[in-house]
């Protein structure tokens, strides 16, 4: 084991943990681990899946009611939906905007394919955007020139846990008569502005995938917004067309919430703002360790508060870096190596390369650093050092 050089430390607002008490565990550090989490809640969440399991309301059950009211006051909101996943919370809110076959929603080419997806779902055309470089979310410049006479909505992505220009994306969308959609799947607890994600525009997406800084145990999403009428509509959609059994108003979906995915999230989102803070704190230590190499560390807006579900950073010969780093034990990963206008799948919306260079400059570049709810300041450390190692520091 290496004692760490406190040297390397800076000063801030968020405290340093004492250095001097962290020596270098030469343990694995894996890219996200659940269980420092789960630990700390275990007999809650044993509590809550067993509560279900006994009322055996498996379908739309109590806790999904209470965790949907429960979601909606912590994003501030009026309205929570839960569903399936992230994916059918974006599908869900075209949809019931009916959005379809003709239309055209403005989409960041950096981003995890689903939010590109959801639009084709719904047989609209995703019309791609380039990413600020700083930010790495949408450029709000380029959505104000992407707006045709068939743009019925923009869906900015809160791309790795900090929110998009909210005030300038919503700027665009009144000019144009446009529904704004925040896919808010990376973002659970971040503020803008003061103001909560999922409270910023017409509606929100989230996702409960289990890696999610809310996450369940398995797929789950929720719709969140202001508009009790779009609520509803969502309400219905989910459930094959249907708010009363055996009654169905219209044609619709099978994107239920499951109870014990709620019962799950109902405790978790007890203790998202203290994980929450957890990352800014293992963020800040990244940033201090890490400011004397030629990494491209994360720009945090002024105004925003961003909760890291990932820590992207930007280096030359990235490949080289992350096998050095496997073979010291730390796991890592690339968020996203291809973009959406160059998979395969995607061909057809007839983009190619160039066309969107500075998503396409960065995806050769960034790499994704272990973060993770409660990580332990040693874990950082641990990466941090091997990181330096790496570059002779």
Same mark, same amino acid.
């Given at each position: 084991?290496?004692?760490?050089?406190?040297?390397?430390?800076?000063?801030?607002?968020?405290?340093?943990?004492?250095?001097?008490?962290?020596?270098?565990?030469?343990?694995?550090?894996?890219?996200?681990?659940?269980? &420092?989490?789960? $630990?700390? *809640?275990?007999?809650?969440?044993?509590?809550?899946?067993?509560?279900?399991?006994?009322?055996?309301?498996?379908?739309?059950?109590?806790?999904?009611?209470?965790?949907?009211?429960?979601? !909606?006051?912590?994003?501030?909101?009026?309205?929570?939906?839960?569903?399936?996943?992230?994916?059918?919370?974006?599908?869900? *809110? &075209?949809?019931?905007? $009916?959005?379809?076959?003709?239309?055209?929603? *403005?989409?960041?080419?950096?981003?995890?394919? /689903?939010?590109?997806? !959801?639009?084709?779902?719904?047989?609209?055309?995703?019309?791609?955007? $380039?990413?600020?470089?700083?930010?790495?979310?949408? $450029?709000?410049?380029?959505?104000?020139?992407?707006?045709?006479?068939?743009?019925?909505?923009?869906?900015?992505?809160?791309?790795?846990?900090?929110?998009?220009?909210?005030?300038?994306?919503? /700027?665009?969308?009144?000019?144009?008569?446009?529904?704004?959609?925040?896919?808010?799947?990376?973002?659970?607890?971040?503020?803008?502005?003061?103001?909560?994600?999922?409270?910023?525009?017409?509606? /929100?997406?989230?996702?409960?995938?289990?890696?999610?800084?809310?996450?369940?145990?398995?797929?789950?999403?929720?719709?969140?917004?202001?508009?009790?009428?779009?609520?509803?509509?969502?309400?219905?959609?989910?459930?094959?067309?249907?708010?009363?059994?055996?009654?169905?108003?219209?044609?619709?979906?099978?994107?239920?919430?499951?109870?014990?995915?709620?019962?799950?999230?109902?405790?978790?989102?007890?203790?998202?703002?203290?994980?929450?803070?957890?990352?800014?704190?293992?963020?800040?230590?990244?940033?201090? &360790?890490?400011?004397?190499?030629?990494?491209?560390?994360?720009?945090?807006?002024?105004?925003?508060?961003?909760?890291?579900?990932?820590?992207?950073?930007?280096?030359?010969?990235?490949?080289?870096?992350? !096998?050095?780093?496997?073979?010291?034990?730390?796991?890592?990963?690339?968020?996203?190596?291809?973009?959406?206008?160059?998979?395969?799948?995607?061909?057809?919306?007839?983009?190619?390369?160039?066309?969107?260079?500075?998503?396409?400059?960065?995806?050769?570049?960034?790499?994704?650093?272990?973060?993770?709810?409660?990580?332990?300041?040693?874990?950082?450390?641990?990466?941090?050092?091997?990181?330096?190692?790496?570059?002779?520091?």
């Amino acid at each position: 084991m290496t004692a760490v050089d406190h040297n390397l430390l800076g000063d801030s607002q968020i405290p340093l943990p004492a250095v001097d008490d962290h020596v270098i565990d030469l343990r694995p550090v894996p890219f996200v681990d659940l269980s &420092l989490e789960h $630990d700390l *809640i275990r007999d809650a969440l044993d509590g809550a899946v067993r509560s279900v399991v006994e009322k055996g309301d498996f379908i739309l059950g109590e806790a999904v009611h209470r965790f949907e009211e429960a979601f !909606a006051r912590y994003c501030e909101a009026d309205q929570a939906v839960g569903v399936d996943s992230g994916f059918s919370a974006l599908e869900l *809110i &075209l949809r019931g905007l $009916d959005i379809g076959p003709g239309d055209e929603v *403005i989409v960041p080419a950096n981003t995890f394919v /689903a939010t590109a997806a !959801a639009v084709e779902s719904c047989g609209a055309r995703p019309v791609i955007v $380039d990413m600020d470089p700083a930010t790495y979310n949408i $450029d709000p410049d380029r959505v104000a020139a992407a707006v045709g006479p068939r743009t019925r909505a923009i869906i900015p992505v809160h791309l790795y846990g900090q929110p998009a220009e909210m005030d300038r994306i919503a /700027a665009v969308a009144a000019r144009h008569g446009l529904a704004v959609i925040e896919d808010a799947c990376q973002a659970h607890g971040a503020r803008y502005r003061g103001a909560r994600t999922g409270s910023l525009a017409t509606a /929100a997406a989230f996702s409960f995938y289990p890696s999610k800084n809310l996450g369940a145990f398995g797929d789950g999403g929720a719709v969140v917004t202001n508009d009790r009428a779009l609520a509803d509509r969502i309400r219905s959609l989910r459930n094959l067309g249907s708010t009363r059994k055996y009654h169905h108003s219209e044609r619709g979906f099978n994107r239920r919430l499951d109870t014990l995915h709620a019962a799950v999230l109902e405790v978790k989102l007890g203790v998202l703002d203290a994980s929450n803070q957890s990352r800014r704190e293992a963020a800040h230590l990244y940033e201090h &360790l890490l400011g004397p190499t030629p990494l491209v560390l994360p720009v945090t807006l002024d105004h925003g508060d961003h909760v890291f579900h990932l820590y992207v950073v930007q280096v030359e010969d990235r490949s080289s870096l992350q !096998a050095y780093l496997h073979d010291e034990g730390v796991a890592t990963g690339i968020h996203y190596p291809v973009p959406i206008h160059l998979q395969e799948g995607y061909r057809s919306l007839g983009y190619g390369p160039g066309d969107f260079p500075v998503t396409e400059a960065a995806a050769a570049r960034i790499l994704s650093l272990p973060m993770f709810g409660r990580m332990p300041p040693s874990a950082v450390i641990r990466t941090s050092q091997a990181i330096l190692s790496y570059f002779g520091i």
